[in-house]
Nanobody, 118 residues
Framework: QVRLIESGGGLVQAGESLRLSCAAA????????RGWFRQALGKERKLVAE????????EYEASVKGRCTISRDIAKNTMDLYLNNLTPEDTAVYYC???????????WGQGTQVTVSS
């Protein structure tokens, strides 16, 4: 079993930056990828960014590309998401997630609320 615990989030002003962190525990040695998803009120959960745990390859959703960085610390088994130039459209619950040995996301954190005020 894998446990994911997010930290960060809260209320921020438009134009500011945000850092979210995700700490993993348990049987994480076979994780293929980890990512950050977000779900705005009344909308589907969507992938924001992901990182392949082995080689660090990253991918970003179009709306955050250029103002978002996902990173990992293998030694600490943590993952961070930096999101800059926030807008109210970034308001959502952000979830840390991890795959098993394939590319399917099966482990989820409890979520952390990010609210961007204009």
């Amino acid at each position: 079993q894998v446990r994911l615990i997010e930290s960060g989030g809260g209320l921020v002003q438009a134009g500011e930056s945000l850092r979210l962190s995700c700490a993993a525990a348990g049987r994480t040695s076979s994780t293929f990828a980890r990512g950050w998803f977000r779900q705005a009120l009344g909308k589907e959960r969507k992938l924001v960014a992901e990182i392949l745990w082995g080689d660090g390859f990253t991918e970003y959703e179009a709306s955050v590309k250029g103002r978002c960085t996902i990173s990992r610390d293998i030694a600490k088994n943590t993952m961070d998401l930096y999101l800059n130039n926030l807008t109210p459209e970034d308001t959502a619950v952000y979830y840390c997630a991890a795959t098993g040995s394939d590319s399917k996301y099966v482990y989820w954190g409890q979520g952390t609320q990010v609210t961007v005020s204009s």
